[in-house]
């Protein structure tokens, strides 16, 4: 079992910026893929961004060249830092691990609570 915590999120006017940290927690043998999701109101999940375990990226075109997501191996903790942030981007964030318990083990997938993004001026 994989906790997911996440932190940061809040309200910020446009052009402003956010960092999201979000930590996985539990035992495991790899977390080959960690990332960020997003829900805006009354629509589908949609994919921000993800790194995996050897730091390549992939990111949403409505993004690129305004997030930026990074990863800590030894703190199992992904951070996206937004900027220039547009009302568009409100949304319920989501924290993503995929994570391996073994080395034999199957990939499972592990979601955080989300965490709330307002911007508005």
């Known amino acids: 079992q994989v906790n997911v915590v996440e932190s940061g999120g809040g309200s910020v006017q446009p052009g402003g910026s956010l960092t999201l940290s979000c930590t996985a927690h539990?035992?495991?043998?790899?977390?080959?893929?960690m990332g960020w999701y997003r829900q805006p109101l009354g629509d589908q999940r949609e994919l921000v961004a993800t790194?995996?375990?050897?730091?390549?990226?992939v990111y949403a075109d409505s993004v690129k060249g305004r997030f930026s997501l990074s990863r800590d191996n030894a703190k199992n903790t992904v951070y996206l830092q937004m900027n220039s942030l547009k009302p568009e981007d409100t949304a319920d964030y989501y924290c993503?691990?995929?994570?391996?318990?073994?080395?034999?083990?199957?990939?499972?997938?592990?979601w955080g609570q989300g965490t709330q993004v307002t911007v508005s001026s």
């Open positions: 539990g035992l495991f043998f790899s977390l080959p893929t």
């Open positions: 790194i995996t375990d050897g730091g390549d990226t």
């Open positions: 993503y691990v995929q994570s391996q318990r073994t080395i034999l083990s199957s990939l499972r997938d592990y």
